[in-house]
């Protein structure tokens, strides 16, 4: 550079550099960083996040709110909430982390034999702690694969298992494959976790939305997809793959088999990728519906969809009755995808080095929990007892919640079948939504950020997943684990509604035809 600076400076041309050690402006600016950026948005740490934790911080300064106390209820965060981690596997992973406690008496002699079993898995105990295969640990990946054989009753191989830090890496690392540019489109069902539209406008992609039928308990209407593939594809964009959240988040559907028989069909016929987002397949709260997965049913299925369909399926550590979202742990699975491809999933892959070690650790312990025969009875007693208490608290307080929210003036709600949330429409009024335009808000995001400041109760606003232009939403979790804290979340939250709502406008005439008694909303 200087050379350049004095070559420059010999024919006058120096006014076109500054000198040495004057900076004139930053190398990063609004300006000079990509539009997809700015562009990009994720909802669940946005302006009420941000918002959250202002006041948290005014009440740690002892500074006046109108509340005393936080109400977390806007993420998938179970430990965060209060659900309590499970014995067994902490127990593992204290004595993975420091083989020491070996011999500590408060340690169980399963939790110290699925300790050794790990730490004699690799070289040298120490190595859990380095890096690993860039896919990851073998013996997980080998759990994994068992865990996938004996779910869909087919066969899964370790050369498709990719371990990653949660769902979201190995969703970012397809979502470089599949998407180009702006002729390429991601299909992405709305509302949908904001993550996908996120990674369609960081690749400047084109998103095409299909939209899931709220007045049928969020179900997925065919007709639909197919209308919204092909006004893409006379646009002039191709759909690469379709995104499926089952069970659904934020809308908590869980989807019948049929549907996925029909999505499959469809994928097939037009030569789509089907990206399965199926991390919450542990928590299913309505008995009439089951988990499937979309490898288990292109199975049974058979010939020629399960022999060709490309399909790449995501699960994760850090929901269900798992709940470890901060050990990052998770895989993807391949099946049908092209061996030169492969290669450079594994190749992108291995510029990361490799997922967090522990993360993969609870994910071994996630698929393979204890068994009789293999672990003490007591052993396996209590981790069951565990699991039992976690799930019937989550179903006891998905139907709590969505019954507290439809006896609310203006808002309707779908039962949760599955996931951890609930996600009700807000029937705001006029007024309401005027309030709002005015303040420079969307008028569900208004109506969030009033609730927090009035109630500490923290929530998403419905914008963030994406709804029908016209209609309002929030989400809000099931997952607050104090029993107290749940009913106090729920009254505060009833009292501040119905005066947001009286404010603006009494109960109008077209809320009213959305009530039907205090059972399960009909949306007209």
Same mark, same amino acid.
């Given at each position: ?247 659904? #988040?934020?809308?908590? =559907?869980? +989807?019948?088999?049929?549907? %996925? ?9 037009? &030569? !789509? ?114 699991? #039992?208490?976690?799930? =019937?608290? +989550?179903?006891?307080?998905? %139907? ?9 003036? &203006? !808002? ?113």
């Amino acid at each position: 550079l200087w050379k350049m600076q004095r070559a420059l400076r010999q024919i006058g041309s120096l006014t076109q550099i500054p000198s040495r050690g004057i900076r004139t402006e930053k190398v990063l600016t609004t300006d000079s960083i990509g539009d997809n950026v700015k562009d990009a948005e994720y909802a669940l740490r946005g302006r009420i996040f941000l918002r959250a934790q202002e006041l948290a911080k005014k009440m740690e300064n002892k500074e006046s709110l109108k509340f005393d106390k936080f109400y977390k209820c806007h993420v998938g965060n179970p430990l965060m909430c209060g659900q309590p981690p499970l014995s067994f596997n902490r127990e593992v992973m204290a004595v993975a982390n420091q083989p020491a406690l070996m011999d500590s008496p408060i340690i169980s002699l399963d939790a110290k034999e699925r300790a050794k079993h790990f730490m004699t898995s690799v070289e040298y105990p120490q190595t859990l702690g380095g890096y690993t295969e860039s896919h990851g640990f073998p013996f997980v990946r080998a759990s994994v694969r068992n865990f996938l054989r004996e779910r869909d009753g087919c066969d899964a191989k370790m050369n498709n298992i990719f371990l990653g830090n949660g769902a979201v890496s190995a969703a970012t690392t397809m979502s470089q494959f599949l998407l180009r540019g702006p002729q390429d489109g991601l299909m992405i069902p709305i509302p949908n976790y904001p993550l996908y539209h996120s990674l369609v406008t960081l690749h400047q992609a084109t998103p095409i939305p299909y939209y899931l039928n709220e007045e049928n308990e969020w179900s997925l209407d065919m007709d639909d997809v197919e209308k919204s593939y092909k006004l893409a594809y006379d646009k002039g964009v191709k759909a690469r793959a379709m995104v499926v959240i089952n069970p659904g #988040n934020p809308t908590g =559907q869980v +989807l019948t088999k049929a549907t %996925q028989e029909e999505i499959i069909e469809f994928c097939f016929d037009n &030569n !789509i990728l089907l990206l399965c987002d199926e991390v919450h397949q542990n928590n299913i709260l309505k008995e009439n519906r089951k988990f499937h997965s979309f490898k288990k049913v292109a199975f049974e299925m058979g010939t020629p969809y399960f022999d060709n369909l490309e399909i790449v399926s995501l699960h994760s550590t850090s929901k269900g009755h798992i709940g470890e979202c901060g050990y990052r742990g998770g895989w993807m699975e391949l099946h049908n995808i092209d061996e030169f491809v492969h290669s450079q999933i594994y190749k992108m892959r291995s510029m990361r080095l490799c997922s967090n070690t522990m993360g993969q650790l609870m994910t071994e312990l996630m698929v393979n929990p204890p068994k009789l025969g293999r672990e003490l009875p007591e052993t396996v007693e209590r981790h069951a007892s565990e699991l #039992n208490a976690i799930y =019937q608290s +989550l179903r006891a307080k998905g %139907q709590l919640l969505v019954e507290s929210l439809n006896n609310m003036p &203006n !808002i309707t709600c779908n039962e949760i079948q599955g996931a951890s949330y609930a996600f009700p429409r807000l029937h705001i009024p006029p007024k309401g939504q005027a309030k709002a335009i005015r303040a420079g808000m969307k008028p569900d995001e208004y109506l969030c950020l009033k609730l927090l400041e009035n109630t500490g109760v923290v929530t998403v606003p419905g914008s963030g997943f994406g709804q029908k232009e016209g209609t309002f939403h929030l989400r809000i979790t099931n997952l607050l684990w104090d029993k107290e804290d749940f009913h106090d979340m729920i009254g505060k939250m009833k009292k501040y509604i119905d005066k947001y709502m009286t404010k603006y406008e009494k109960l109008s005439s077209q809320a009213q035809q959305f009530k039907v008694g205090n059972q399960h909303p009909i949306i007209l």
